[in-house]
């Protein structure tokens, strides 16, 4: 059961801590000290969807766990419950982010080439910036989500 409880955690850890990582360190760095944002651009897209599939792989490791622990604890399988709600949301996004908007937003730079170059009034540029919001709205989301069920998790006296 510990071992469960261990997997359980790590995967919300590694998670949540990626998303931290990465808007309150990666990201900002990279703008601020590479000398265009396209450079910047072209670490921090595939960095995203690295971290995307370990958000994925993260998601279903946490509800394997959760679901045995419940039956380990309670002899029943709990396939509904908040927490598994909360989870099952996050990796919906995360799925919507990496395969709907990245590959709208690589294909605008693919043919926009050196986005710097491009006026902020261009319709492309436009698109890939609107879709660029909902890139920071969804991970924000996804770590808001997250951040209930670490609660949830903690407040749990079971196991």
Known sequence: ?????????????????????????????????????????????????????????????????SVICDYRAKGDFRLISARHALVGLMLVLTATSLFVITPKMTAIKEQIGIIDNVPVTDPQRVHFNALHV???????????LGLGVVFSVARQREW
């Open 1 to 65: 059961m510990s071992f469960l409880r261990f997997l359980l955690l790590l995967s919300l850890i590694v998670w949540l801590g990626g998303i931290i990582f990465f808007a309150a360190v990666m990201a900002p760095t990279l703008f601020a000290v590479l000398p265009t944002r396209t450079m910047a651009g072209s670490v921090v897209g595939p960095t995203l969807s690295e971290l995307h599939w370990i958000g994925l792989f993260c998601g279903l490791v946490f509800l394997a766990s």
């Open 134 to 144: 909902w890139s920071t709205r969804i991970e924000s989301a996804v770590l808001l």
